[in-house]
C-alpha cells in the first residue's frame, strides 16, 4: 500500500512539474482563455478539438507537417516543448476529462460537417479590415466649450479638475476602471495614427502575449514582413530593420564616433558636430526595436475626460495605417 502511495505521488510531481513547465497563458492572446477562440479567425476552436488531436497538431506543427495559415507562427511556438510538454499541455486544455474528450470529439466533428455543408460564415476579417479614428469626437464642439474656463465669468469647483466634483468631495471619486478588453489578434479593426508615423496603437488583446523579452517576442509570429499579409497583421516596417545609431569604438585610449574623435574614454566631449549617423540597413530585426510595448501601447475603451483641439498635418491616404519613416527620417537634421 505504501509503495502505491509513494509511487501515485511521484507521478503526481512529475505531471504537476510537466504542467508548470508548459504553461498555456502565452496562448490566451490569440485563442482565448478557454481556447474559446478561432486564432487569428483561422484556426480551429482548440477547446473543441479531443486530447489526442491537440497533441496530434502541436507535434504536427513541431515537425513542419501540420497547419495551413498558422503553421510559420506555430512553429515557433512549439519548437522547444517535448513530448512531455505536449502531452502536460492537452491535458490543461482539456482538463484531463475522459468525458469532455468524448463529448469534444462529437462537436468537433458536427463542426467540421457544418463547415464543409457550408453553414458557417469565415470569421476572419483580416481583408476587410476598418480604419477607426480613435481620436473621433474629442474635438466635440459642446464639449470643447464646455471645458474652456476662460471664456465663462464663473468657475464652480465642479468644473475644476478631471473628477468634476468639489473639493471637498473629490478624495471620494474614482475614476472609471480602464477596459483593456479588445477582440484576439486577428479579428481587431486598425485604429488610425494620432500623427504621421506616430507608433500605431495595439487594437488587439494582449493577453498572453506580454510581457516581451529578446529572447521572447511573439509579435515577430504575425507582424514579420514575410508573414504579416498571410496573418491579415500591419508588417514591421523598414525602420525597424534599419540601425541609425552611430558606430563607436575605443581606439588608442579615445572614443571614435563614425571615424572622428571625440574625447577620450569616459570624457565623451561636445559631440553635437556629428550631425547624422551612417545608416545600416540589415536583414533581421534591429535588435534597438525588440520592445515592442516601449512604443506600442494597448488600445483601452475609454472616454477621454478632456477634449482635444490637435489636428495632424498630413495624415491622409496610406499614412493612417502606414510609416514612412525610413524615408523622412532626417528631416530636421538635414
Not at 188 to 201: D, S
Given at each position: 500500500?505504501?509503495?502505491?502511495?509513494?509511487?501515485?505521488?511521484?507521478g503526481?510531481?512529475?505531471?504537476a512539474?510537466?504542467?508548470?513547465g508548459?504553461?498555456?497563458?502565452?496562448?490566451?492572446g490569440?485563442?482565448?482563455?478557454?481556447?474559446?477562440k478561432k486564432?487569428?479567425?483561422?484556426?480551429?476552436?482548440?477547446?473543441d478539438?479531443?486530447h489526442?488531436d491537440?497533441?496530434?497538431?502541436?507535434?504536427?506543427?513541431?515537425?513542419g507537417?501540420?497547419?495551413?495559415?498558422?503553421k510559420g507562427l506555430?512553429?515557433?511556438?512549439?519548437a522547444?516543448?517535448?513530448?512531455?510538454?505536449i502531452?502536460a499541455?492537452?491535458?490543461?486544455?482539456?482538463?484531463n476529462?475522459?468525458e469532455?474528450?468524448?463529448?469534444?470529439v462529437?462537436k468537433?466533428?458536427?463542426?467540421?460537417?457544418?463547415?464543409?455543408?457550408?453553414?458557417?460564415?469565415?470569421?476572419?476579417?483580416?481583408?476587410?479590415?476598418?480604419?477607426?479614428?480613435?481620436?473621433?469626437g474629442?474635438?466635440?464642439?459642446?464639449k470643447?466649450?464646455a471645458e474652456?474656463?476662460?471664456?465663462?465669468?464663473?468657475v464652480?469647483e465642479?468644473?475644476?479638475?478631471?473628477?468634476?466634483?468639489d473639493?471637498y468631495?473629490?478624495?471620494k471619486?474614482?475614476p472609471?476602471?480602464?477596459?483593456?478588453?479588445?477582440?484576439?489578434?486577428?479579428?481587431?479593426p486598425?485604429?488610425?495614427?494620432?500623427?504621421?508615423?506616430?507608433?500605431?496603437?495595439?487594437p488587439?488583446d494582449?493577453e498572453?502575449?506580454?510581457?516581451i523579452?529578446?529572447?521572447?517576442?511573439?509579435?515577430?509570429?504575425?507582424?514579420?514582413?514575410d508573414?504579416?499579409?498571410s496573418m491579415?497583421a500591419?508588417?514591421?516596417?523598414?525602420?525597424?530593420?534599419t540601425?541609425?545609431?552611430?558606430?563607436?569604438v575605443?581606439?588608442?585610449g579615445?572614443?571614435?564616433?563614425?571615424?572622428?574623435t571625440?574625447?577620450p574614454?569616459?570624457?565623451l566631449?561636445?559631440v553635437?558636430?556629428?550631425?547624422?549617423a551612417?545608416?545600416k540597413?540589415?536583414?533581421h530585426?534591429?535588435?534597438g526595436?525588440?520592445?515592442?510595448?516601449?512604443?506600442?501601447?494597448?488600445?483601452?475603451?475609454v472616454d477621454?475626460?478632456?477634449?482635444?483641439?490637435?489636428?495632424p498635418?498630413?495624415l491622409?491616404?496610406?499614412?493612417k495605417?502606414?510609416?514612412?519613416l525610413?524615408?523622412?527620417?532626417?528631416?530636421g537634421?538635414?
Amino acid at each position: 500500500m505504501k509503495r502505491t502511495v509513494k509511487v501515485l505521488a511521484l507521478g503526481s510531481l512529475l505531471a504537476a512539474s510537466a504542467l508548470y513547465g508548459a504553461s498555456t497563458a502565452a496562448c490566451a492572446g490569440c485563442h482565448g482563455k478557454n481556447f474559446e477562440k478561432k486564432a487569428m479567425g483561422k484556426s480551429k476552436v482548440v477547446k473543441d478539438m479531443s486530447h489526442n488531436d491537440i497533441v496530434a497538431a502541436l507535434k504536427g506543427y513541431k515537425a513542419g507537417t501540420y497547419g495551413g495559415a498558422m503553421k510559420g507562427l506555430m512553429a515557433g511556438q512549439v519548437a522547444k516543448l517535448s513530448d512531455a510538454d505536449i502531452e502536460a499541455i492537452a491535458n490543461q486544455i482539456k482538463g484531463n476529462s475522459a468525458e469532455a474528450n468524448v463529448n469534444a470529439v462529437e462537436k468537433n466533428e458536427r463542426v467540421e460537417a457544418a463547415e464543409k455543408a457550408g453553414q458557417f460564415e469565415a470569421q476572419s476579417t483580416a481583408d476587410e479590415k476598418k480604419v477607426i479614428n480613435i481620436n473621433a469626437g474629442v474635438d466635440d464642439p459642446q464639449k470643447l466649450a464646455a471645458e474652456d474656463l476662460g471664456n465663462k465669468k464663473v468657475v464652480t469647483e465642479e468644473a475644476l479638475g478631471l473628477r468634476k466634483t468639489d473639493l471637498y468631495s473629490e478624495d471620494k471619486v474614482k475614476p472609471e476602471p480602464t477596459d483593456y478588453k479588445r477582440p484576439a489578434p486577428g479579428q481587431a479593426p486598425v485604429f488610425e495614427r494620432a500623427y504621421v508615423n506616430a507608433p500605431p496603437m495595439i487594437p488587439h488583446d494582449v493577453e498572453g502575449l506580454l510581457p516581451i523579452t529578446k529572447d521572447n517576442n511573439q509579435c515577430l509570429g504575425c507582424h514579420m514582413p514575410d508573414v504579416a499579409k498571410s496573418m491579415g497583421a500591419t508588417p514591421i516596417p523598414p525602420s525597424h530593420f534599419t540601425n541609425y545609431r552611430p558606430e563607436t569604438v575605443l581606439k588608442n585610449g579615445e572614443l571614435v564616433k563614425e571615424g572622428k574623435t571625440v574625447g577620450p574614454k569616459g570624457q565623451l566631449g561636445n559631440v553635437g558636430d556629428i550631425k547624422l549617423a551612417k545608416v545600416k540597413k540589415l536583414n533581421h530585426l534591429y535588435q534597438g526595436r525588440f520592445n515592442c510595448t516601449q512604443c506600442h501601447a494597448p488600445q483601452a475603451k475609454v472616454d477621454p475626460v478632456v477634449g482635444n483641439t490637435f489636428k495632424p498635418d498630413g495624415l491622409s491616404g496610406d499614412l493612417k495605417t502606414h510609416s514612412d519613416l525610413v524615408d523622412v527620417i532626417n528631416e530636421g537634421v538635414q
